[in-house]
Every structure is written in C-alpha cells, then in structure tokens.
C-alpha cells in the first residue's frame, strides 16, 4: 500500500509539522548557548602539569572568602593537586577543615579507602559520632566562583 502525505489524515500531518517545528525551535534556541568558558579554572603550567600560579591563588582568595574562612597556602593546594587533580585538592582542603584534620591525613584516608570521591564523602559522613558533617563531592562552591552554596560543606559544624 501506497501512501503520500496527501491520503494522511490532516491532524497526523499538523500534528508532524507541529512536532517537526518544535524540535527546530529547540535547535535554534540552544545553538545560542555556549557555556561560559572558565580557564583560569582549568589553567596548568604547560610543562609541570600542575595548576597555574593564578588558578591556585584563585582557589586559596575563594577558601578565604568563605564564612567562616578556609585558610590554606597555594603551596598546599599544589602539593595535593599533583597527585588527586585541582578537583580532589579542593575537596581533601575543604573537608579536612570541615573535619578539623590536616589535609595530608585525611588524602592519607583517602588513599586508604580506594573509592571515588562521592562513596568517601558518605563513609566520612557515616562514620561522623555527631551526625553533624555534612560533606558532599561536589566542589562548584569553589571552583565556579560560589554558585550554588554560599559556605563550605561541614562549615555548619564548626560556627556552633
């Protein structure tokens, strides 16, 4: 059987162009859209491989701009930043603070754990005897500039 767009029923066909115009729409609307680029987050020494002297005092000016403060060095961001990434450096920072530990010792525990980043923020979550600790993965707090927390995860310990 045989059939061209002119034996469709009409609904079938408004129906196709409505849907084939939406899609279109869609396309042309997010073709606007770029994400912003970020690269003095991302920015590394061409031959070290480790994050920029700017990326790191970045980093450390946004640790300081927390309520409360995280006060740390850029040498310690670096340091830890070669072995677990910019991304992992700011988490163990930011959580050994929260934990009231150093980072080196709590990157220690890390290493030990042999898990990603989210299953090792549950396990120190979990093992927390206050029940008060709330560390997440998630570190756009810093590193996007403090879009979407104004404070570091398990600050809220520490101002009680």
Partial sequence: MNRSIRSLPIPIVVLAVALLLLVAGS????????????????????????????????????FGALDPPIVT??????????????????????WADAMEMAPAALAALYDDFGMGWGAFAKQLNDD?????????????WVMGGGHGKATAPGQAKKQE
């Fill in 27 to 62: 396309a042309l609307a997010n073709k606007g859209f770029q994400l912003s680029q970020q690269p003095d987050v991302v920015a590394q020494d061409e031959e070290s491989g480790t994050p920029s002297q700017q990326v790191l005092d970045k980093i450390v000016t946004r």
């Fill in 73 to 94: 060095t850029a040498e310690t961001v670096a340091g830890l930043a070669e072995t677990y990434g910019v991304g992992g450096a700011v988490r163990l920072v930011a």
């Fill in 128 to 140: 927390d005897l206050e029940g008060d600790l709330d560390l997440r993965p998630g570190n756009g």
